[in-house]
T-cell receptor
């Protein structure tokens, strides 16, 4: 069974540009999460999809971030326009069960560098 | 808001010994607490989950305890091996949601 995949693995962009990150969850997993780790800090929650619906987007930093999950399969996270403080590693995770099942499967992450 | 404290200093132990990592939380007791392993350049990998009504959970050489009175979880690796060297992350749910709150992790180094 394929795990969670993310693309690209690394992106370097200039301040003001746009970047779109993609996440393909494990097939059949209704829950999809985005997290971010800024250098030196802990991994922080961004948002949670259940199928195509946003269940919780309380962690999204501001309106420069837009996440979508059309059709309830893969998800994209767009940052427009990017700022220096957006640099970090963006992780996607998926899980099968709704509710407090807990276990989440993480992708390898996308390292975003904004210069 | 809930905060998780893990020892930011690396833990260095000799092969064969038991490694013990600590996770403390500051506020309400979570419905469950999880431990993940993370290797450089990779995403976290789930290891164990322990629920609030469980005191202890085991999986092969791994053991997790959960003390809601102390607001603490201990993660043990017995008969440690160099391959166990990694960063170990503690995570818990926020207010009975699926949102995970992570600690900064503790780096474990097992030397031969």
């Amino acid at each position: 069974e394929a795990g969670v995949t993310q693309f690209p693995s690394h992106s370097v962009i200039e301040k003001g540009q746009t970047v779109t990150l993609r996440c393909d969850p494990i097939s059949g997993h209704d829950n999809l999460y985005w997290y971010r780790r800024v250098m030196g800090k802990e991994i922080k929650f961004l948002l949670h999809f259940v199928k195509e619906s946003k269940q919780d987007e309380s962690g999204m930093p501001n309106n420069r971030f837009l996440a979508e999950r059309t059709g309830g399969t893969y998800s994209t996270l767009k940052v427009q326009p990017a700022e220096l403080e957006d640099s970090g590693v963006y992780f996607c995770a998926s899980s099968q069960d709704l509710g407090l099942a807990g276990e989440q499967y993480f992708g390898p992450g996308t390292r975003l560098t904004v210069t | 808001s809930q905060k998780i404290e893990q020892n930011s200093e690396a833990l260095n132990i000799q092969e064969g010994k038991t490694a013990t990592l600590t996770c403390n939380y500051t506020n309400y007791s979570p419905a469950y607490l999880q431990w993940y392993r993370q290797d450089p350049g990779r995403g976290p990998v789930f290891l164990l989950l322990i629920r609030e009504n469980e005191k202890e959970k085991r999986k092969e050489r791994l053991k997790v305890t959960f003390d809601t009175t102390l607001k603490q979880s201990l993660f043990h690796i017995t008969a440690s091996q160099p391959a166990d060297s990694a960063t170990y992350l503690c995570a818990l749910d926020e207010s009975n949601t699926d949102k995970l709150i992570f600690g900064t992790g503790t780096r474990l180094q097992v030397f031969p």
